[in-house]
């Protein structure tokens, strides 16, 4: 590589790990806001779907002007995308929300980053194909790091309830529908266009589960503050940032760099709202961090296998 090409690199990978370190540290922010302003989790969700729908929405209108209703003019793509609104955007946002309403940020977003994990059997099953090696060792660091997260090493007791591991794992399960199913749709429109419409249609049809205009809890400077970032940084402009670095720096190491979002959320919610994070929280997190970076690295190297 030269050194001009790695140059021009450097911003892509700047806004890579800006974005994850934004979405992580807008998991602690939700955290403050469910344990100290007393937020409704579904509330938090329907708000952050509408509003950072509409940004998306506008941006797209404004950048792709025909693309953007075009895929409301084909039956198939718009039912697509209204399972997606709701199985895959709607459904990861608020299990993952409640997650950390039942647990922590820290602990919330570790769980949820199995998803790539799952993403990877769910290919091996379509592909008719044996995982190869890398594949195997991932697996077993996942359920290593999970088995930390949760019991500290004891097989009798878990440290977390048996409804935040419930909904922990839900959250990698949604995770993974969300990063498996709008494939199709997103090899004829912009990741924007999909991701708004996502957004904006499920925080529409969640309105009816949760009322927008029903505010709960304490609002004061920091609510807005905490509420804002999540909307602002933690949905818009990571996701802009994550997809101009997709552009720059590819893919594969725009994924592999994200994988620092549970290890920022960790950090900020120990610094800033005291979690409790012990050897074992943190041995789990590295084991689950290794992971994905081996599931990154492992994407050169598949070699189909009919099984």
Known sequence: MSINTSQRQVPGLIMA??????WGISGTCAQYLFEQKNIDPAWLVCWRLLLAGFILVMFSVFN??????????????????????????????????????????????????IGPLLVVAFYAIKNRRWPILIEYASLVLALAGTFLLVTHGSFNQLVISEKALFWGILSAVALAFYTIYPGQLLRKYSAATVTGWGMLIGGIAFSFVSDPWVISGTWDAGTWAAFAYIILFGSVIAFFFFLTSVTIIGAQTASLLCSVEPLSAALVAVLWLDVSFGKMDWLGTVFILVTIVLLTMGTKQKKPTTL
């Open 64 to 113: 792709k002007k025909t693309e953007v209703f075009q895929i409301w003019k084909n039956p198939r793509d718009a039912f697509q995308l209204l399972l997606f609104s709701i199985f895959g955007m709607v459904a990861v946002q608020y299990t993952y929300f409640y997650s950390i309403n039942l647990s922590n940020a820290a602990t919330a977003t570790v769980l949820q980053y």
């Open 17 to 22: 790990l800006s974005s994850a370190i934004f």
